[in-house]
């Protein structure tokens, strides 16, 4: 289970009240509400591993190099390079990864890059470790964010699929290519990323093609197969697949349409550190957990996860 870590603890700082406080008074509703929803996704979906995957690069500089507004708003200091984060949040998040590792939950970052990315190549590392000894116990890769980005590493042969809580953390939407193929009328993961390239995202900066939005795109991917179709369609005077308009605006957006790929599509090959990701039955440095719910307050959900933890073990 592979866990898109700072698009949880967002809609859990969003999503539980900011009464939620320390004993000294510091708001702890991220970091309560992320515990509460490891703590579920263990109880509910009993995964042999995990892994908290990290931001260590919120706005990588080769997708900045290929599309310079990419994240551009969100910026709080265009030296320092930070993110506009809530002030509220910021003094939680080094709180959650000492909980994570005092838990015995692997949290893995890698410099210049995003979680995305990092999610990415683990589950392209799964997947080929499971394709090359077809033998060996696999229950798929579980992928649990509230960034629909990566929907495109969705891969029914593969066992991938997306928790993507919608409705919240305990109800999450299950996506796999027949959730793609109702919502947003594509067959696999890939067509969602070509979908994406297409339609733009204005909440992560990209303009997409003006004039083509998501439900033409994907009659444009249903008749052409994918973006490549669509580009030699577009670059074929004999093709009358595209209408005028639709041919002129994707010459407009030649420019654009070649380097988006590089930022929509998420890295598969990032140099990632050894780590362990093996769920512990039991927290991995208990005395250093028991300070932190102390110091933090977090007594109920600190214990929620052990329990959650110690229910994955059977009974002897």
């Keep these: 289970m592979l866990l898109d870590t700072a698009s949880l603890y967002f809609r859990a700082f969003f999503g539980v009240p900011d009464s939620l406080r320390s004993p000294r008074g510091e708001p702890v509703n991220a970091v309560r509400g992320l515990l509460d929803t490891i703590a579920w996704l263990i109880t509910e979906h009993r995964p042999d591993r995990m892994v908290a995957c990290w931001d260590d690069d919120w706005r990588p500089a080769f997708r900045v190099a290929a599309i ?73 890769v579980d992928i649990v964010t509230g960034d629909r980005d990566l929907f495109q590493l969705v891969d029914d042969d593969a066992g991938v699929r997306v928790l993507y809580p919608a409705r919240g953390v305990r109800d999450p939407d299950v996506v796999d290519q027949a959730k793609l193929a109702e919502k947003y009328a594509v067959p696999t993961g890939q067509a969602y990323a070509d979908l994406a390239t297409l339609r733009g995202d204005p909440s992560d900066g990209l303009p997409g093609v003006p004039g083509i939005g998501e439900k033409t795109a ?99």
């Design 218 to 316: 994907a009659k444009l991917l249903d008749r052409y197969g994918d973006l490549a179709g669509i580009l030699r369609a577009r670059d074929d005077e004999a093709d009358k697949g595209l209408t005028a308009t639709q041919r002129k605006r994707l010459v407009e957006a030649a420019d654009y349409l070649a380097v988006a790929p590089t930022v929509v599509q998420v890295a598969r090959d990032v140099p990632l550190p050894a780590f362990d990701d093996a769920l512990p039955a039991a927290p991995a440095d208990d005395e250093a957990l028991e300070t932190l719910s102390e110091r933090w307050g977090l007594r109920s959900s600190v214990t929620r996860v052990r329990e959650a933890l110690a229910g994955r073990v059977p009974a002897t």
């Design 68 to 140: 310079p507004s990419y994240k551009a708003h969100r910026v709080a200091d265009e030296a320092a390079g930070t993110e506009v984060v809530p002030d509220a949040l910021a003094p939680q998040v080094p709180v959650i990864a000492e909980v994570l590792a005092a838990i015995g939950v692997a949290r893995v970052g890698v410099p210049g890059y995003e979680a995305d990315d990092v999610i990415g190549t683990l589950t392209d590392r799964e997947v080929r470790r499971a394709s090359a000894a077809p033998g060996s116990p696999s229950s798929g």
